[in-house]
């Protein structure tokens, strides 16, 4: 496709499940962000990814959040045991450049995942 | 700790009216300034940015922004706007090679 893809586009999860969000990047885009955004508030970094390298993992919440992109394209956002608070729109976004930023200083978003733990 | 400020999460306004969204953030260290706009049901879009040069940045949609160094600020503006500028607005900011940083946002009404 030509924008960035995420499945599923809504989740239920009961407190205590395991999840697993996916995002499909622009092809060939080299970077990968994982960013969390709950009701009201503005994405929040959770993970990042150079091709298959997770080089920065600081804003993942607990160790419930892995993140993986093992052949750097698609990704997988899974969490464990699920509780309340996880509930948000997780947005995976791509970008053709590196995390410098400084070349197109773009980050192409998909349409999220809403999931929400009851 | 570094952080983006929007100070209003809600403007509304009338149509044709000109607007201005605020947005001020921590160090004005090495950054590099953005704004996304997100209208319902889409994925955030990038509406303009700052990175070096020219203070004045102008954007898609007839968007512009000004980057303050002095006062850590990169407020957008629009001398005139449309219904169809509905939408929640995000400013961002990167500090050196870091990822984005995003404000809470601001939900821009326009009103006929």
């Known amino acids: 496709g030509a924008g960035v893809s995420q499945s599923p586009r809504y989740k239920v999860a009961k407190r205590g499940q395991d999840v697993a969000l996916r995002c499909d990047p622009i092809?060939?885009?080299?970077?990968l962000f994982w960013y969390q955004q709950a009701l009201g508030q503005g994405p929040e970094f959770l993970t990042y990814f150079q091709n298959e390298a997770q080089l920065d993992k600081s804003g993942l919440p607990s160790d419930r959040f892995f993140a993986e992109r093992p052949e750097g394209s698609v990704s997988t956002l899974k969490i464990q045991r699920t509780q309340q608070e996880d509930s948000a729109v997780y947005l995976c976004a791509s970008s053709p450049g590196t995390a410098s930023l400084m070349n197109t200083g773009e980050l192409f978003f998909g349409e999220g995942s809403r999931l929400t733990v009851l | 700790a570094q952080s983006v400020t929007q100070l209003d999460s809600q403007v509304p306004v009338f149509e044709e009216a000109p607007v201005e969204l605020r947005c001020n953030y921590s160090?004005?260290?090495?950054?590099?300034l953005f704004w996304y706009v997100q209208y319902p049901n889409q994925g955030l879009q990038l509406l303009l940015k700052?990175?070096?040069?020219?203070?004045l940045v102008k954007g898609i949609n007839g968007f512009e922004a000004e980057f303050n160094k002095s006062q850590t600020s990169f407020h957008l503006r629009k001398p005139s706007v449309h219904i169809s500028d509905t939408a929640e607005y995000f400013c961002?900011?990167?500090?050196?090679?870091?990822?984005?940083?995003f404000g809470s946002g601001t939900r821009l009404q326009v009103q006929p």
């Open positions: 700052y990175l070096s040069g020219s203070t």
């Open positions: 092809s060939g885009h080299v970077s």
């Open positions: 961002a900011v990167s500090w050196g090679r870091r990822a984005l940083t």
């Open positions: 160090s004005s260290v090495s950054v590099y």
